[in-house]
Each structure stands twice: as C-alpha cells, then as structure tokens.
Nanobody
C-alpha cells in the first residue's frame, strides 16, 4: 500500500500563502484520484481537494478559488497551493489516495492508512 508523507505546513498570517507537498512511497500513476484532507480538533477529516490522473479537480466550496491542487506522476508527488489563507483554514492537512470515485460517490473513500500530516496555522 502506498504511503504518503506531507510537509510544508507552518504559521502564516491571514491573507498569506503556503504550499504543501506530499511524497508517495511508490508510484501514483496507477491511482486515478489522489487528494488533500484536513482535520481540526473534534471534527472529522474532510476532503479539501482532489485530482485525477487526467487532471480533473474537485474542491471543497470553502477553498474554491483560493487553493490549487496538482500532481506529478513521474515524481510521485502532489501539492496544494494555498492562497488568501483564512483563520478557518487552520488544521492538520493530509494527502491520500482516493478510491471508488463515481458520479454517485464523487468524493470516494480515502485509503485507511494516513500519514502524520502537516499542521497549518493561520493567525495574526
């Protein structure tokens, strides 16, 4: 099973930017959909953005127009460019493979194994 390692988090002021990176332990070229999730204390992990091998993307309404997801199948990496950050973006961010995406289940189901995540704090 492919494992993922996230990095790039940190403390940023509101309105600032961060770029999160994710490295996979094996090829992701045969994983149709990968994505980023985030979790805050007391809440369930929620999908932030996803991208298919064909480049189709999907974003949570709360980040549309501010976040951009990308993937590089040759380097087995993905990234999340986060602009115009808000305090409510504060969370631990995770990347993962996503399975079972369909018209009936557009968000699919992430792999059961999670990395350690990278913490993003948006605060003045």
């Amino acid at each position: 099973q492919v494992q993922f390692v996230e990095s790039g988090g940190g403390l940023v002021q509101p309105g600032g930017s961060l770029r999160l990176s994710c490295v996979a332990s094996a090829t992701i070229s045969d994983i149709d959909t990968v994505g980023w999730y985030r979790q805050t204390p007391g809440k369930q992990r929620a999908m932030v953005a996803s991208i298919t091998t064909g480049g189709s993307t999907r974003y949570a309404d709360s980040v549309k127009g501010r976040f951009t997801i990308s993937r590089d199948n040759t380097e087995n990496t993905m990234a999340l460019q986060m602009n115009s950050l808000k305090p409510e973006d504060t969370a631990v961010y995770y990347c993962n493979a996503i399975w079972g995406v369909s018209s009936a289940t557009p968000e699919g189901v992430p792999s059961r194994s999670w990395g350690r995540g990278t913490r993003v704090t948006v605060d003045s």
